[in-house]
């Protein structure tokens, strides 16, 4: 038994730490807009989001995750029940979209408990199998079957974003077991043919893609965001405007404290403070494979390997689609966005990698 990964730790609370900076930062813009948010939206970040994240974190870290394994089949039902509740009458519906519950006066998104169960059921799956992964059966047909059920829910939300970090998160595994080259290849092709259809029949998605093509055709319509996020990165520049001094996020970027936190990131903390940020992500995405590495066992592993993945995988895609290199997605930001569910759940996954770490090799 090794002791607890101590640097892994240390990145997770600088990301904490400065996301929870920047978080309150952007949360300042909500002022001029609707000035009861503020308080609001920083409490349910640091309570919900934070204090339960820190809980759960805890008693992650210090339960056996292999306790999990032979629950995974029912934690993953359990998820994709209340994902499908989402869609009954006592859903929220929000722009357009239902994907939260309530109880009592708090909200969150079973998503974020489905991307997890996902990965668990997969990675016990896996694990038992991964000598015959590359037979079909044992194979991409668990893959298919996982990430398919879990798609059809979010697609009825509609949840685009969240199939796709579902499906990164559990090809990820699958290809770290030894997946075939043919399937892999299959895989790709019918995932492109997938998104293509998707694209055909879901105008939102179809004008992210034609932004993302011509990014400057519609700037103040569909590609309103898009352009914003740019105008506050660039006017950081090196240094940055300082702390609490963006302008953009008063009147001019949308979704300050969600989407488009890495544009506030960039207009006060400039070049240096969002390569530094970058950095941490990057960092924390290699600690995690290398307690993947040194797992004691192949459920372990393959655990880590998929949490690493949905959570980096968010953080960078979030990043990427601010400065306009992928098209614009409604990834959360991993630490820093806004989202109590979100954090919490995160916070919950990274306890059950320092679980691994600690009972590596």
Excluded at 155 to 174: N, R
Excluded at 221 to 246: E, K, N, V
Excluded at 346 to 356: C, F, K, P, T, Y
Aim: hydrophobic fraction near 50%; charge should be neutral; aromatic fraction near 10%.
């Amino acid at each position: 038994m090794q002791r607890t990964d101590t640097s892994f730790i240390a990145i997770v609370s600088l990301l904490l730490f400065s996301g929870l900076g920047i978080f309150v930062s952007a949360a300042m813009g909500l002022m001029a807009r609707n000035g009861a948010s503020f308080s609001s939206v920083v409490a349910t970040q640091i309570g919900l989001g934070l204090v339960g994240g820190l809980v759960l974190m805890f008693l992650a870290a210090h339960t056996d995750y292999r306790a999990l394994r032979p629950w995974t089949p029912h934690i993953f039902a359990g998820a994709l029940f209340l994902t499908g509740l989402t869609l009954t009458p006592i859903g929220i519906s929000l722009k357009g979209a239902h994907r939260w519950l309530a109880v009592g006066p708090i909200s969150f998104q079973p998503e974020e408990f489905l991307k997890l169960a996902a990965v668990l059921v997969l990675a016990a799956f896996y694990a038992t199998h991964h000598k015959k992964v590359q037979q079909l059966e044992y194979g991409l047909v668990p893959l298919l079957v996982v990430t398919g059920v879990s798609s059809i829910i979010l697609l009825l939300q509609p949840d685009t974003d969240g199939v796709i970090m579902i499906g990164g998160a559990c090809a990820a595994m699958w290809f770290a077991c030894g997946a075939r080259w043919s399937h892999i290849t299959a895989l790709v092709i019918g995932g492109l043919i997938a998104l293509l259809m998707l694209a055909m029949y879901r105008p939102y998605l179809r004008d992210r893609i034609e932004t993302f093509l011509h990014p400057t055709k519609d700037a103040l319509g569909t590609s309103y965001q898009t352009q914003q996020s740019l105008i506050a990165i660039g006017s950081g520049g090196l240094w940055g405007r300082g702390f609490g001094q963006s302008i953009e996020k008063f009147s001019y970027l949308p979704e300050p404290i969600g989407d488009s936190i890495f544009a506030v990131a960039g207009e006060e903390f400039g070049f240096i403070g969002t390569s530094a940020l970058v950095i941490l992500f990057t960092l924390f995405a290699l600690l995690g494979l290398r307690i993947a590495a040194r797992a004691g066992d192949p459920f372990g592993s393959l655990l880590v390997i998929g949490l690493t993945v949905i959570m980096s995988g968010q953080a960078f895609y979030n990043i990427a689609s601010t400065i306009g290199i992928v098209p614009l997605s409604g990834l959360p930001l991993i630490f820093v966005s806004h989202g109590g569910t979100a954090l919490a759940i995160a916070l919950g996954e990274v306890g059950i990698m320092i679980n691994v770490s600690k009972r590596a090799g």
